[in-house]
Structures are given as C-alpha cells and as structure tokens.
C-alpha cells in the first residue's frame, strides 16, 4: 500500500510568544516535527509492507526528515499562504496528496498543536479519518485494521478504502537517524510544489481568529489522604479518566 | 609518524559548531571547492546562542563581502557609552561620533538571525549543514584527528575544526586545553526587551538605523567583578549583566537576582519601561584573555572562535565575534593549503596560530594582555564609580558654601572614600598600559 506521511506542518506551542493580553505571536518560530511525527512515521514504514512511502511536508529547513526514517521521496509544498491558517494548509496538503495516485493511507501526527489542519485535510480529500491511532497492521486479506486509544479505552477498527490515521506517540522516537542516514536522505529525490499552484484561487480558506484568552484554570480536585490505600486508588481512578495512565 | 592522509573520507573538512567561527570556516573553505560538513547541536543555528550583541564587523566584508548591506544587522553603533553606576547616581563618559555611522565598525546584531543567515550562505556555498547533531566525541588514529562521533555514527575527514563555544568538549577531549580556573570564565545573564523602535530612538537620542551601545560597571554588579551592558536592536534592547565566576561564587550571590535588581536599577529601568519580555537566558563568557590562550591545533585538528579562547574585555569594548570570525579567516586559509598540499600533520597547521599573530587577532591579544588582571581589581566595581560620583557631586552641588577648585574636590572626595591616593595613582597608571 502507498502511503503519505506528512511532516514538520505545525509549528510547537511551546514556542509561541504569548503577551499579557493573551495575544499569540510566532516571532521566527519555524515549523518543526512533532512528538507525533515518529510515530506516524514509524507505522507508516511498517503499514507500507515495503511499497512507496512518501514524505510530504510544507516545512523548510531540512525537508528530509522522512527520507532519513524510510520515504523513499519526499514532496515539499512551497510558500503556504499563512502558516496559521489551517484550512489552507489542509487543503493544500490534500491536493498535493490527490496528486499522487494509489495512495492507500495518509498518515499524520496527531498533535494537538494544530487539530483543525488534520480535520482540513481529511476533508478535502473526502476521506474517513480516525484520531488517536497508536497502531495500524494490514491482515492477510488487505484488511486495514486501526488500533486507537479513546481514554482508558482502547478500540481495533477495521477501516477500508484510501483512509487518514491520525497517530498518536506513545513513547519516544526510539531509533533517531544517525549522520549517515540524514546524508543518505538528502540525496533521496526530492519535488517541490507552490502551494499556490495547489489552491484554487477562487476559494477564500482563510480561518479567521476571532481572538485568543487564557484557558480557564480547571477546578482542583482533593482527594481525602486520611485513608492512604483509599486515597491511592482515587487518584489512579482519576488518572485514567483523564487518559494520563 | 606518517600525517598525510590518503585515505577516502565522508568529507574534507568537519566543522562542530555553527557559530560565527564555525560558519565562516566552512564557509570559506567551500568557496574553495571543498567538500565542508557543518554539525550544529542546536534545532537550527542560533537557536543555541545568546551574544550581548554587538559584533565588531568589519573583518566580515573580508570574510563574507557585501555583509554589511546583506545580513540581518540590527544597528549601526554610533554611541558608546561607560557608565560608573551607584545605588543612586551614574556618571557616564558618552561618546557619539557621525564618523562612525561612516565606518559602520560596530553592529547590534541578535545572533538567531544572525547565526541562521550565515548558515545559509555557507548552504549557498555548498556546504552540506547538519543541525540537532552533538557530537560526542573526535576519533583519533595514530594520534591524528580523522572525524567525529555522533550518536552510533563516525564521519571522516581530512581535518575537523572545532567552533563549539568557550566550553569546548572536544578541545578538551583532544587535550588542547583543561578546565579553565574559575577567574577566567563569567556568566552572562541577558534579556531582549522589545520597544516600538521610536521609543527606543527617542529615548536613546537615535535616528535611522544608528544605535547605542552601554557598558556598565558598578552597582550593576552589586561591586563584582564584571559589569552590565545595554545595546539598542531595531526594535528591542539587548540587557544584562556579566558576572565573573569567582568573584559569583565567593559572594553566594545569584546571577539571576543580580540580572532582575541591574534591569530595576533606576538609571534602567528608565530605558526599559514599557518593554515586553522577548527572551531571557544565561551563557558562560571567556574573559581570561591571552592567560586562556592555548594550543590551536593538533594533527587533523584545527581549533577557533570561543572554544580557542579568543574573547577580549577591555572595558570599553567586549570583543568576541570579530576574533571569532578573524580566527575562522585564518584558519581557513592554513587548512586550504593543507587539504592542497594533502598534510594534515602538526607542522602543517601551525601555520594557522602563526597567521593569528600575523593579523588583528593575536595582536590585539597581545596588546590587551593586562586587561583582565586589571579588572580584577575590584576598586574597579565600586569604589572608583563611587569616588567618581563624589567628585561630580562635588561640582554640581552648589550649596551656597564657597567652591574649591577640582583638584581640592577630588583630594576631599578620596579622603572620604576607602581609596588612598598612591594606590589610585598606580591604579590609573596600570589602567593606562592594560587599556
């Protein structure tokens, strides 16, 4: 199965410049690969069976990325029309994807860092998406099966036709590309698309923001510690209703 | 020993560290048809670099010509002032000069973008850059520097120049240098406070482009050794204090309250206020000056910028980008002829500390040599701006009392202060040779 896997497309919150009013700014913050990224990257190469997998992005700076962890070419959209803007990004994304024929999967890192791109994409395409895929395996029938986790759940989909995944880390990049493997990639082909000639000029994407506040502080919650064992198994109870363990 | 390498190697050159030195040395040598890998620990470059700002940059038009009209310099420095800072009062000796928005020898630069555009003109030269790779450790064999090691990964080359910062790990690794003594290293405490640039133009009495640049002691400092520094960007202010080591440790004080109490000092806050927060981190600072001097090279290794220690604190200015990008100009020239001649022996890149003291470099080294021991001395960072003050107040406070002449005043305000005459004398004798 052909798969995309798309790379360094959002920019990390922890380094927007957030002012006293709230407003939110990215003084030379660049687009960087996520947590996530890896993680799409590493079912991808494993979902693909050794067919075609392909690295697209709409980052600059080293756009080989997903060649040094397995694509075997990697497509760089040029000049998207505001990195904020999240429906042209998808859009964008989902033409460059539409362009490639025989795609199976698209896979991207479900990062909170920007949901609404993900949303984007799986829309222009017109494609099923699942969120929170930790992993996805092909049965011997060409069956796609998607494993996600749903808070304390975890839930084995069986999804079928061309399909976004949204993957979710769950640990660390394990096996991080060395020198020579970041030299390799650079020499991987690599195609560089204007977004420009992605969009349809005709069609205004732009999100607009309304404005941006300080989230609302979440209520404490006090667990009684005068009974230890009592208290214990509260909290565990209440970090897996949050999805923290 | 045989040091003249014929084997096949990944590149000609490996520069670590891609900083002003370490981007101009590879950026130098690929002009010059060689194959240059630039590793970067950093995400990207600059993203790892915190410089007070002002670059000394006229050895760039050599290193890289047309700098000034293209890189992202934020000022022209045509006001430099020193500032003698008490509790309450400043007495500054301020110099502002047109001559010097002609020469344009000092810029205000942030060295994010600054680090980030050299890069791209060494990738534009065909250097191959590698950012978010450390490296770990040099190889060796038979005594010869061949490569790095990063991660599980080897890389070869002819010749590996090391530009990683005043704290350099592979100098030390390479036994080219030790620990450096506590009295020769300072931490730099900085913020960037960003102000709409007519605030800034006005209240440093600036047009255009041109900017000011303060050096401060004193008070600054709580009387430690080092001082505080003020550079107007375009549209921010580069702040904070340089402390040095020693002194900081014997004193128990912290750096960063030492930073926060300099940047609410009356004289300013005064420049500041209104300002936003932009960035704020800390940096250690060579300040030994030729007493940090060491060995250069070793077979296959060329060292350069911070990591050969080449800073220099006059009091008036503080020097390290321009040695830093002087040291990568001479470097660059002795490993050209070497990779030429294919000799990467000792002897062969001796040349390079030979053409350092030919140049700019190793003779302001040399001329300066005094400069740091004379700033040990730590009247310097408190009763000097002190008696300073005294003897200003002393002509400015008339009080209906009869006036004495300035030598009377400056007789009474040493009297009242713990300085004694003799020892002033030599003092100002020896900040005349040192300076």
């Known amino acids: 199965m052909k798969i995309v896997v798309v790379f360094k497309w959002a920019r990390n919150p922890l380094d927007a410049r957030v002012s006293a009013d709230a407003a939110v700014s990215w003084p030379g913050v660049k687009l960087a690969a996520s947590d996530d990224d890896p993680a799409a990257m590493e079912i991808a190469v494993a979902l693909a069976a050794g067919d075609e997998v392909v690295g697209l992005t709409i980052g600059d700076g080293d756009t080989a990325w997903a060649a040094a962890r397995g694509a075997a070419r990697t497509v760089v959209v040029t000049g998207t029309p505001g990195e904020a803007d999240s429906a042209a990004t998808g859009a964008a994304l989902a033409e460059a994807v539409r362009r490639m024929a025989g795609v199976g999967a698209v896979l991207i890192g479900d990062s909170a860092w920007d949901y609404a791109v993900i949303s984007a994409l799986a829309g222009r395409l017109g494609w099923p998406a699942v969120a929170g895929v930790t992993a996805a395996a092909c049965s011997e029938q060409g069956e796609l099966r998607v494993t996600r986790r749903l808070g304390a759940a975890i839930q084995v989909l069986a999804a079928a036709g061309p399909v976004v995944l949204a993957v979710t880390a769950s640990r660390a990049e394990k096996n991080v590309p060395g020198m020579k493997e970041v030299l390799a990639a650079r020499k991987k082909p690599a195609e560089k698309i204007a977004a420009a000639d992605l969009l349809d000029a005709a069609i205004a994407y732009r999100v607009q923001t309304q404005g941006t506040r300080f989230p609302d502080t979440p209520p404490a919650r006090v667990i009684d510690g005068g009974d230890p064992r009592t208290a214990c198994e509260q909290l565990i109870a209440a970090l897996r209703v949050e999805g923290v363990i | ?435």
């Open chain 2, 1 to 435: 020993m045989d040091t003249t390498a014929t084997a096949e190697v990944d590149f000609d050159v490996i520069v670590a560290g891609a900083g002003i030195a370490g981007s101009v040395t590879a950026y130098r040598l690929a002009l010059q048809g060689h194959s240059v890998l630039l590793v970067e620990r950093g995400p990207s470059p600059g993203s790892k670099n915190l410089s007070g700002g002002v670059f000394y940059c006229r050895v760039m038009e050599e290193a890289m010509p047309g700098f000034l009209l293209s890189a992202p310099i934020e000022r022209r420095i045509t006001r430099n002032c020193l500032s003698f800072l008490s509790a309450s009062s400043f007495v500054n000796l301020d110099y502002a000069d047109d001559r010097l928005a002609q020469s344009v020898t000092a810029v205000s630069v942030l060295r994010a973008k600054l680090d980030e555009w050299l890069a791209a003109q060494c990738e534009e030269a065909g250097v191959m850059l590698m950012p978010g790779v450390r490296v770990d450790a040099l190889i060796t064999e038979d005594g010869r520097v061949t490569g790095i090691r990063a991660g599980g990964d080897e890389l070869s080359a002819h010749v590996v120049v090391a530009a990683d910062g005043v704290n350099s790990l592979l100098c030390r690794q390479a036994g080219v240098r030790g620990p450096e003594p506590l009295k020769h290293l300072a931490v730099g405490v900085k913020s960037v406070i960003g102000l709409p640039r007519r605030v800034i133009e006005e209240r440093f009495n600036l047009s255009g482009d041109n900017g000011a640049a303060y050096a401060i002691v004193g008070d600054c400092t709580k009387d430690l050794g080092g001082g505080g520094f003020l550079y107007t960007n375009l549209e921010s202010l580069s702040v904070g204090v340089v402390l040095r080591l020693d002194d900081l440790a014997r004193s128990g004080e912290s750096s960063a309250e030492l930073h926060d109490r300099f940047l609410t000092h009356p004289a300013t806050e005064s420049f500041l206020r209104g300002g936003e927060l932009l960035e704020y981190g800390c940096h250690l600072v060579a300040e030994g000056g030729l007493a940090m001097a060491h060995d250069l090279t070793r077979p296959g290794l060329v060292v350069v910028g911070d990591a050969a220690g080449l800073t220099l604190n006059t009091g008036f200015t503080v020097r390290g980008m321009d040695l830093a990008a002087g040291s990568a100009l001479a470097a660059a020239g002795v490993v050209d002829s070497a990779l030429k001649r294919g000799d990467y022996s000792q002897e062969a890149l001796d040349a390079y500390p030979r053409e350092l003291d030919k140049i700019f470099v190793g003779q302001d080294m040399r001329t300066f040599r005094r400069a740091p021991l004379f700033l040990e001395n730590p009247h310097m960072y408190g009763d000097y701006g002190r008696l300073l003050s005294d003897i200003m107040y002393g002509v400015y406070n008339l009080d209906t009392t009869p006036r004495r002449h300035l030598a009377a005043g400056v007789g009474d305000a040493l009297k009242n202060s713990p300085l004694a005459l003799l020892p002033t004398v030599r003092d100002a004798l020896a900040g005349v040779r040192a300076l």
